[in-house]
């Protein structure tokens, strides 16, 4: 999946020079924690973030604070993605620098932002959340072929795969596989994977 398919293109921005006051009004009207801020020429010049409005106020007083401009506390030359990037290059960015929002930039040209919730969307579709269908948590050795394996009992058994992910167990060389699978009889199945000597340790019915 990429930034584009998840992306807000109807962005509400600021520029320099409106007031710290307009830039909390949208931030709390849109409940976002940062916004764009675009010149006269619409270019990209920086980010705001409520973090540096609640900063201002705490050292010049709310009433002060809130009539200075967005140029004086914005964040300049944000880090950007583009509407090509990979969601999972965004995410990515956003935990290694712990932003909350990035602006989707194409030639130059604001296409939209991406934030937490976003990811967090992305990732339980990727994850096959709420898809009406049955997970299955495996425990498998770290060795090749596994997967493959796997999908060929689940195959071999009439059943389709929805979703798949791999994450890396606490238990060293080992792996938990979750599988997202389109039946709602579990046991023959789960029977079958143990029968093969794949450890499942958790059924779900969606």
Known sequence: MIVRNVMIEDVTTVSPEDTLQRAYEVIQGKRYDCLPVMDTSRHLVGVIQLTDIYEACMKEGRQVALSRTVGEFMVPHPITVQP???IESAAKVMLQRDIPLLPVVENDVLKGIINESDIFKSFCEMLGVDSNTTR???VVPDRRGQLARIAEIIRDAGV???????????????YQIVVRVETNSTKPLVELLEQHGFKVIHVEVD
């Open 160 to 174: 389709a795969i929805r979703n798949l992910a791999t994450f890396r167990s606490q238990v060293r060389d080992q």
């Open 84 to 86: 090509d990037d990979l």
């Open 136 to 138: 299955l948590t495996l």
